[in-house]
């Protein structure tokens, strides 16, 4: 009989297995679990050369995944100094006056719309704190910027562009530039012209990020991104990686044809934990950046405009690559573009069933939930984003909603409800990684969502684990703890489906085993 590599016993183990829900031992073989059951079930799987683990009565649950995060492009968007804290316009301006330069730059990202104090994002804010100073400030949603005008300089910029996305350099009455970066085109000007770190620093810190993520439980991650593979790929042949990467490459606005053919050839990418599987596009921006895509326009009159100018090339993009045979993920906050990404599944046919998911769904009505469990549609959502809104609703996103949308917020529990699958995610460097924070936001979520009910635990689990599996279209190899199935394996201090969010968010982790290999173990 062969032996297995590992063999975990002492467990409370909750497989997500049908046919054998519980279980105390687990033998993994070749990054597969070899076989599920008790002690003495496993008791033959073990040879001289096998690691036994005790995990002294620790629960055992399948390796847990985030559903939407950026672990490669983040490095890049996550530079700096950290603004996460910044509640005011005195606290930002003192952070950057003691903050670090790069290169005479000052560069920071995590910074709260809510810092400006209802105030329009503008550079004369801060400029007199940075005498001279090219500085580029990241928005927290990650779709929007504010850079100085000594940044706006270096990056050529005079005036206002046109983008072949939905994506401007904002401007005030006046016509002046105010440093306001809104979506992707326009931050890239930026962004082209600033320090940029080495290969070596840039791979230190991937595989310093990964072992972080790996001890907070996580396994795997969908990357909504194309990162950087040529990275991955030399640190995947050095080292084994802490999580499963899966990639998702965007396809924008302008991109013809041709373009979406590279895509569909981009798809066979792979190696040692980590694939391209997938493309990421964008219906909308984000609420507290005026570009998310609503059935009507929020408090300023914006968010009437899909992220696509003309929706119709997002939809035959779509349609190629599904009969290609191309999963696709779209970022669509807004009520209306969260209705016409569903628009565009429904007429692929019934063949599209769990294939396409939408990304974040912050705010939508009740005859849509009811559609992503019809169509098949994966929501893919992101608790911790709740963390950013006030339960009094005075927050920017509330506001910019008003009363009704904001009392739509996070529909978590009403799409589970109405039978829809619900792959939960953290969305960083947006938000926290650790996979702990999504189970806890999921079961009790933040601010404007607070009053709503939360998924059970099993639901939240489920959001991380098997959910996050029918996602990925990984469902007969991912998800549970079952013979053949990958030895993608969490260990923690608690019961996540009967703890309560404060517990959950505090669990010890006690293990973390991506395909076979013991990636964190506790002290």
């Known amino acids: 009989m062969p032996t297995a590599e590992l063999v975990v016993t002492g467990a409370r183990i909750r497989t997500l297995d049908p046919h054998r829900p519980y279980a105390s031992a687990v033998a993994v073989r070749d990054g597969l679990i070899a076989a599920v059951g008790e002690e003495h079930d496993v008791r033959d799987w073990r040879g001289a050369d096998t690691e036994v683990v005790d995990l002294g009565g620790a629960h055992l649950v399948p390796g ?18 950290d603004l996460s804290g910044v509640t ?57 910027a504010l850079a100085t005008g000594p940044a706006l300089t270096a990056a050529g910029i005079t005036g206002p562009r046109t983008f072949t996305q939905r994506s401007h350099l904002a401007t005030d009455a006046d016509g002046r530039l105010t440093g306001h970066l809104v979506e992707h085109a326009a931050m890239d000007l930026v962004v082209a012209v600033m320090p940029r770190p080495s290969h070596e620093d840039r791979r230190a810190r991937l595989v310093e990020l990964l072992t972080r993520m790996a001890a907070t439980g996580l396994t795997g991650a969908h990357v909504m991104d194309a990162g950087d593979l040529e990275l991955v790929t030399a640190v995947a042949e050095e080292q084994v990686l802490p999580l499963r990467l899966r990639f998702a490459p965007w396809c924008m606005p302008g991109d013809d044809e041709r373009a979406v053919d590279a895509l569909v050839e981009l798809q066979s990418r792979a190696g040692r934990h980590w694939r391209v599987g997938g493309v990421k596009f964008f219906m909308d921006g984000t609420v507290e950046g005026g570009t998310a895509w609503l059935e009507h326009p929020d408090c300023h009159g914006q968010g009437t405009d ?12 779509v349609t190629r690559l599904h009969r290609a045979g191309v999963r696709t993920a779209t970022h669509a906050i807004g009520d209306a573009a969260v209705r016409h990404v569903l628009d565009t599944v429904e007429a692929l046919g019934p063949d599209a069933r769990l294939t396409h998911r939408v990304e974040h769904v912050e705010s939508v009505p009740d005859d849509t939930l009811a559609r992503f469990a019809r169509l098949g549609v994966i929501a893919s959502m992101q608790p911790p984003h709740t963390e950013y809104t006030r339960a009094d609703r005075t927050d920017e996103w509330s506001v910019r909603l008003g009363g009704t949308r904001a009392g739509r917020a996070w529909r978590l529990r009403d799409l589970r409800d109405a039978g829809a699958v619900v792959a939960l995610g953290s969305d960083w460097p947006i938000a926290g990684y650790d996979a702990r924070a999504v189970l806890a936001t999921a079961l009790a979520p933040r601010g404007a969502a607070s009053a709503r009910a939360g998924l059970t635990g099993l639901q939240a689990l489920e959001g991380c684990t098997s959910h996050a599996a029918v996602a990925a279209g990984e469902s007969d190899v991912a998800g549970r703890i079952a ?14 489906v009967e703890a309560p969010a404060d517990e959950v968010a505090q669990a010890p982790v006690r293990l973390t085993v991506t395909g076979g290999h013991v990636v964190h173990r506790a002290d």
């Not at 013979?483 to 608690?494: E, F, H, I, M």
Request: aromatic share 10%.
């Open 88 to 144: 005011d316009l005195d606290g930002l301006r003192a952070a950057l006056v003691a903050g670090p330069r790069t290169d005479g730059w000052v560069v920071g990202y995590g910074l709260d719309h809510n810092a400006f104090g209802g105030r329009p994002v503008d550079r004369a804010l801060i400029e007199d704190a940075l005498p001279g100073a090219p500085a580029f400030l990241r928005l927290y949603d990650g779709h929007s």
């Open 64 to 81: 847990l995944t985030d559903g939407h995060s950026h672990p490669v492009w983040g490095l890049e968007m996550a530079t700096g100094i």
């Open 306 to 317: 899909a992220f696509w100018p003309d929706p119709r090339a997002y939809s035959a993009a």
């Open 483 to 496: 013979p053949g199935y990958r030895a993608d394996l969490t260990a923690l201090g608690v019961d996540v």
